[in-house]
């Protein structure tokens, strides 16, 4: 899955109510007093159920997404638990992402007729062990060995 393209594409979904809501209306004199208040403010802090499911969708239909995020994004739709979603967006994508490149890099490691060079740069980004290093790696590493 390409980070750099998911996460415009949230940034988006999560904000565009926000930034819609925000924006005074230049049609109008006054702002009507139905829309101030907390009912704005709240929508602009947290995205609703909807937002995020669209989030979780585009995630689910990119085709690089791995079993672990599949599985998640998956068993998180079916419940509907806004919380969980948000929290699953923040932090637990990361690391879902991270454990499925784990697993394509071993799968790369596994073929006998890999070089050298492009063994030694996977067993980097394992050592290495962060989710941008397997990324990056996997996007752009493993092309850029000869």
Do not use: C
Request: charged share 25%.
């Amino acid at each position: 899955m390409r980070l750099h393209r998911v996460a415009p594409g949230i940034a988006a979904a999560v904000l565009a109510p926000a930034l819609l809501l925000a924006t005074p209306s230049f049609a109008a004199t006054t702002a009507p007093a139905a829309v101030a208040g907390s009912a704005v403010s709240s929508s602009v802090d947290e995205p609703d159920a909807d937002d995020l499911k669209v989030a979780i969708a585009r995630i689910l239909a990119d085709p690089d997404s791995g079993r672990r995020v599949t599985r998640e994004a998956n068993a998180l739709l079916d419940a509907g638990d806004p919380g969980a979603m948000r929290a699953w967006l923040e932090t637990g994508y990361r690391i879902a992402q991270a454990e499925d490149d784990r697993v394509a890099i071993a799968r790369i490691l596994a073929d006998p007729s890999i070089s050298p060079a492009l063994r030694a740069a996977a067993n980097a980004a394992l050592d290495d062990n962060t989710p941008e290093a397997l990324r990056h790696f996997l996007e752009v590493g493993r092309y850029r060995i000869a």
